[in-house]
């Protein structure tokens, strides 16, 4: 199977385009910031184009919000386009996935929730899972890992981290942090940040029994 990672689009629909036409895939997972409450003035028209342009191919698709994205307006949508996986759990073939939006930041952008509802989310979701094949989609990467780097200081998730520390994810997949783009392993669980879709920056994940992951760019 053939899993295309993205995130951080901030709108950019077009950039989008040109990726999905490029590769060939089974499965789209977004981690977050699909659209840009403070860039653009109608938010739910351009989060509308996102959402439209990852979907037109109905294949299995699945997105939680990020910082950026208003997390009612934004889930509501991808309830209605069947793809939200904040706070919820979704199946695909062998494995189950878990999603949860939103990140921290200095500057008070529109979803960023606290560390004790992060955690407290997780857990539930956690508990609900049966499967030993496991993806978590979450927009703020875990903290002290290589891909939650800003200016030379580590600014991910505290309960991001708690969560891969205490229980087995195959994968997850993050995003937020720009100018992280990377691969890293934090108690066996495989950390991915594709790097932001504005950029031309995404990531492919091959299942064969494994999790191959290639960083990949326009």
């Given amino acids: 199977m053939r899993i295309l990672l993205v995130t951080d689009i901030h709108g950019d629909h ?16 977004c ?11 109608n938010y739910n028209k351009n989060l509308e184009n996102v959402v439209e342009e990852m979907d037109r191919e109905e294949k299995f698709v699945k997105a939680v919000p990020g ?14 386009h069947r793809i939200n996986l904040h706070r919820e759990i979704s199946s695909l073939k062998e494995y189950e996935l878990v999603g949860y939006g939103g990140g921290i930041t ?14 407290t989310a ?12 496991r993806i978590a989609l979450i927009h703020q990467p875990p903290k ?9 200081q580590h600014v991910g998730s505290e309960a991001v981290r708690d969560l891969f520390t205490n229980s ?3 994968l997850a997949v993050t995003g937020h942090i720009h100018e992280s783009r990377g691969i890293d392993s ?4 495989k950390v991915v940040n594709p790097g932001p879709v504005m950029q031309g920056f995404y990531a492919v994940l091959e299942t064969n029994g494994d999790t191959d992951i290639e960083l990949k760019s326009l």
């Fill in 144 to 152: 002290d890992t290589e891909v939650d780097i800003a200016d030379d």
């Fill in 122 to 133: 997780l857990e539930t979701l956690q508990n609900r899972m049966k499967s030993d094949k």
């Fill in 14 to 29: 077009e950039k989008l385009a040109e990726i999905l036409e490029k590769e060939t895939y089974d499965a789209i997972l």
């Fill in 168 to 170: 087995e994810f195959d």
């Fill in 186 to 189: 934090l108690e066996g669980t």
């Fill in 31 to 41: 981690a977050g910031d699909l659209s840009d409450a403070e860039k653009y003035d």
């Fill in 106 to 119: 200095p500057f008070g952008t529109p979803f960023e929730p606290e560390g004790d509802d992060i955690k």
């Fill in 67 to 80: 910082n950026m994205d208003p997390e009612r307006e934004c889930v509501e949508t991808l309830r209605q």
